[in-house]
Nanobody, 121 residues
Framework: VQLVESGGGLVQAGGSLRLSCTAS????????MSWYRQRPGKKRELIAA???????NYADSVKDRFTASRDDAKNTVYLQMNSLQPEDTGVYYC????????????????WGQGTQVTVSS
């Protein structure tokens, strides 16, 4: 199973980016999905999660600026990031973890390779 992120890049403060994460391989279908980021010099942190039903939760640091969504037909989740600030700079990862997937027949914990987001001031 592979998770492939895309959509990162360099943007000025106040700008927007939309990240994508597409899952493939072994017949895997996305269920509960999460977005993490690792900012320079800091630990990886959970910033958003979206359930199979499409409900999303966010870290306080990104609430009201970031929106997670999903397209199950494309086996893809998205992270729309608005009003980006320099402190949002980091590597963004998507994660699929079976811990909240009631239909999982075996445990899994898949990560994408990460996509760099750089916000200039």
């Amino acid at each position: 199973v592979q998770l492939v992120e895309s959509g990162g890049g360099l943007v000025q403060a106040g700008g927007s980016l939309r990240l994508s994460c597409t899952a493939s391989g072994d017949g895997f279908r996305i269920a509960h999905m999460s977005w993490y980021r690792q900012r320079p010099g800091k630990k990886r942190e959970l910033i958003a999660a979206i359930t199979k039903g499409g409900s999303a939760n966010y870290a306080d640091s990104v609430k009201d600026r970031f929106t997670a969504s999903r397209d199950d037909a494309k086996n893809t989740v998205y992270l729309q990031m608005n009003s980006l600030q320099p402190e949002d700079t980091g590597v963004y990862y998507c994660n699929a973890d079976s811990i909240l997937d009631s239909s999982a027949v075996h445990p899994y914990d898949y990560w994408g390779q990460g996509t760099q987001v750089t916000v200039s001031s």
